[in-house]
């Protein structure tokens, strides 16, 4: 059974960082698309950060560009998401998911699989 397993969440104060962390397990992630969602209340799924799993290409929504970062280890099992100068706007539950395709996609509709969500809070 697929598991991803978010952690790293948490409250900080605007301009300081965070780091997710997204563990994979009970299937083959090595031909896998994996992404990064975000969540805010009344608001839809939005899409943040993705990347293919071939390749070290990565693609970040414009309203991250340059703050964050997406990432994985060389097993591939594990997907990061670094989160630099976090605006109060960035409040959210943030969703590691995995498509069971190479390549990203930026539609949530397009991604099999889905973690349980990590709260992440900035303060102003």
């Known amino acids: 059974q697929v598991q991803l397993v978010e952690s790293g969440g948490g409250l900080v104060q605007a301009g300081g960082s965070l780091r997710l962390s997204c563990a994979a397990s009970?299937?083959?992630?090595?031909?896998?698309?994996m992404g990064w969602f975000r969540q805010a209340p009344g608001k839809e799924r939005e899409f943040v950060a993705a990347m293919n799993w071939i390749g070290e290409t990565t693609y970040t929504d414009d309203s991250v560009k340059g703050r964050f970062t997406i990432s994985r280890n060389n097993a591939k099992i594990t997907v990061y998401l670094q989160m630099n100068s976090l605006h109060p706007e960035d409040t959210a539950v943030y969703y590691c998911?995995?498509?069971?395709?190479?390549?990203?996609?930026?539609?949530?509709?397009?991604?099999?699989?889905w973690g349980q969500g990590t709260q992440v809070t900035v303060s102003s």
């Open positions: 998911a995995a498509r069971t395709a190479r390549y990203y996609r930026r539609s949530s509709y397009e991604y099999a699989y």
């Open positions: 009970g299937g083959t992630f090595s031909s896998s698309a």
